[in-house]
């Protein structure tokens, strides 16, 4: 099995199939609204998401961390998460939606 990526219109998906098209019957299986854009075969067993892509590389401040602690004290409310970010760091509604909901993605 190989390591896909998929993007659509809507996702990117990374998931392990045998050939491009069990990849893209996977990604409809799950996702049938959605139009495939792009689809590659990734050349190793692992995948990164760019924090600079993200635009979470600006400040001083470590986003994961800061953006993780206020997670926690909002006891998951993304909401709350994201205005109890914007206090902390100053950061605008958009650069701390991104913060917010990059790391509810990644299982904080």
Excluded at 2 to 27: C, M, P, S, Y
Excluded at 34 to 41: A, G, L, W
Excluded at 62 to 91: Q, W
Aim: aromatic share 6%; hydrophobic share 40%.
């Amino acid at each position: 099995m190989a390591l896909f990526e998929v993007e659509t219109n809507a996702h990117i998906v990374i998931t392990w199939a045998d050939d491009e098209n069990q990849a893209k019957g996977l990604v409809y299986d799950n996702y049938p609204g959605d139009d495939v854009i792009r689809i590659s075969k990734r050349p190793r067993t692992s995948w990164v998401i760019s924090k600079a892509a993200l635009g979470l590389t600006t400040g001083p401040l470590d986003p994961c961390i800061v953006a993780r602690d206020c997670l926690s004290k909002a006891e998951g409310d993304k909401v709350h998460a994201i205005r109890l970010y914007m206090n902390e760091t100053g950061n605008d509604l958009n650069q701390a939606r991104k913060a917010i909901e990059s790391n509810m993605v990644m299982g904080w």
